[in-house]
């Protein structure tokens, strides 16, 4: 990929880990702040209950007067009733004190429901007094617990904060605008990587919405410095560590014994061991350029033998004998290690090609590494 796209996915590495460490501490602030909001309902709870009870027993204050004032009217009538002169002043009281009774036992009901009403309040009153104050009690040990919790937590967040400024800042600000729109709609998820469901076919999906992308479209990634977003979900297309060029690249195989000459000598080429150290470092790293430069040019990448000193240093891939000699003795050059290094061909091995570049060693077209593949329809250039 080019310099954009590895610093875009830098970028996205660095924002993710950021967005993680954010999200743990909202998580652990959040905790406590649920159990305030708990505890203040609690609390509003409990003060409606203990005024409703206020009332309750105001009202039970109020029958239980009402209840002793009848009580005296009614011993008053009988007091009367007693020195009545005649039976029809008696029966008279009689009708009133009958009435008065019938009056006071609908209030003494009243008053029963009532302290029913006061007894049950007064329970649920010292159950939420208790739930209260031991919700409360949480509450002091989750703010004590989670102080050194949310420092830890505060500095994390701030440690990895400048790592994403500077990733950020290595990025072109219109790539960055599209990064930070993409970042803020997916809750971060700006990027989506390649993926190969079938190694033996040439196929990739986004692996953000499961959706087919065109052919070309780790050649355009691989070979352009240009963001490439997925057409349906509109991310940012990137290539992961573990789909290197020779494994995504279905390359056009040799025919007949050619191809099986060529699979024995790579099975061969396998099984060998190769050098180790700076010697080891070196000819990896020319190998990865010169099977860059193989599947840039759509060839099929050969193995070769690299010959240290006279002696055997393994098997290493590249674009051709030429091309990988030179990039050896380049590097060489740059790491300042010395000897003497060939380049031999392997018996039996042959550049496979595409018909729009025959091979012809020597030429110019086995040096120079073909135009890149041009985007077929339906890719997304923009967000």
């Keep these: 990929m080019g310099p954009t796209n590895v610093a875009l996915v830098k970028l996205f590495r660095a924002d993710q880990d950021l967005r993680d460490a954010q999200s743990r ?60 002169k005649n039976n029809k002043e008696y029966q008279a009281f009689l009708v009133e004190i009958s009435t008065a009774k ?34 409360q009690q ?81 050649n355009k990634l691989h070979s352009r410095d240009e963001l490439v977003f997925c057409p349906s979900c509109g991310r940012i297309l990137y290539i992961p560590e573990d789909l290197p060029p020779e494994t995504a690249i279905h390359s056009v195989k040799a025919a007949g014994g050619a191809t099986k000459r060529k699979a024995t000598a790579e099975q061969k080429a396998a099984a060998e061991p190769r050098a180790k150290g700076k010697w080891g470092q070196l000819l990896a790293a020319a190998q990865g350029e010169s099977v860059k430069a193989a599947v840039d040019a759509q060839n099929d990448p050969l193995t070769f033998q690299v010959m240290v ?11 051709s004998r030429e091309n990988l000699q030179r990039i050896i003795e380049f590097r060489m050059g740059e790491t300042g290690v010395t000897g003497q290094v060939e380049v031999v061909e392997n018996e039996g091995s042959a550049q496979s090609v595409t018909p729009e570049q025959p091979s012809a060693e020597g030429s110019s077209t086995t040096e120079s590494a073909a135009e890149p593949l041009v985007a077929q329809s339906g890719d997304t250039e923009a967000v």
Excluded: W
């Design 138 to 218: 949480k509450l002091q040990t989750m703010r004590q617990e989670g102080q050194d919790t949310l420092a830890k937590l505060e500095a994390e967040v701030e440690s990895l904060r400048p790592a994403r400024e500077a990733a950020a800042a290595a990025i072109p600000a219109r790539s960055r605008d599209a990064f930070d729109r993409l970042a803020e709609r997916y809750g971060g998820e700006a990027m989506s990587a390649l993926a190969k469901p079938d190694r033996r076919r040439e196929e990739y999906i986004c692996t953000a919405c499961n959706m087919s992308l065109v052919i070309n479209v780790y």
């Design 309 to 319: 000193n006279g002696e055997l240093a393994g098997h290493y891939k590249g674009k």
């Design 25 to 84: 501490l909202d998580n652990a602030a959040r905790n406590v702040r649920i159990q305030d909001r708990r505890v203040a309902d609690l609390g509003e709870k409990l003060k409606l209950a203990q005024t409703k009870l206020k009332e309750q027993q105001s009202q039970a204050g109020q029958l239980d007067l009402d209840l002793r004032t009848r009580d005296a009217h009614i011993e008053k009538l009988r007091t009367q009733q007693q020195t009545t």
């Design 102 to 135: 019938v009056d006071r036992n609908k209030v003494e009901d009243d008053a029963m429901k009532v302290l029913e009403a006061v007894e049950k309040g007064q329970n649920e009153v010292g159950a939420m007094h208790a739930q209260h104050q031991a919700e």
